[in-house]
């Protein structure tokens, strides 16, 4: 599973990011009050993306411009991912079953 991290950005006076995955779409971070809670935990899911722990590259974007940038990017791949697999396998299973889907057709 590819995860894109955002910046550290200021949202309702607390510090928060951001990130993406392809299974999860776009969830919103925990809102940190202090700055130097917000890059530690940023930090520390960066890390631990990058050992290998079953979940997949990530892409950690240092601003905003660059993290929508690679989100327009990895969106755009993934609903012509989707859309192939929809033509192939047919209009009527659910949105959020692709994912799953498309893992299942991956192993085989």
């Not at 989100?71 to 192939?84: H, Q, T, W």
């Amino acid at each position: 599973m590819h995860t894109v991290i955002g910046p550290i950005l200021i949202k309702d006076g607390c510090y928060t990011f951001d990130m993406w995955t392809s299974e999860e779409g776009l969830s919103p971070g925990y809102a940190y009050r202090r700055v130097g809670d917000a890059y530690y935990a940023r930090n520390a899911e960066i890390s631990s993306r990058s050992r290998g722990r079953g979940l997949g590259p990530a892409i950690a974007c240092s601003t905003l411009d660059e993290f929508t940038a690679v989100l327009a990017e990895r969106e755009a791949a993934f609903d012509a991912v989707i859309s192939n697999f929809e033509e192939a396998v047919g209009p009527h299973i659910r949105r959020k079953e692709l994912p799953r889907r498309l893992a299942e057709t991956e192993v085989r």
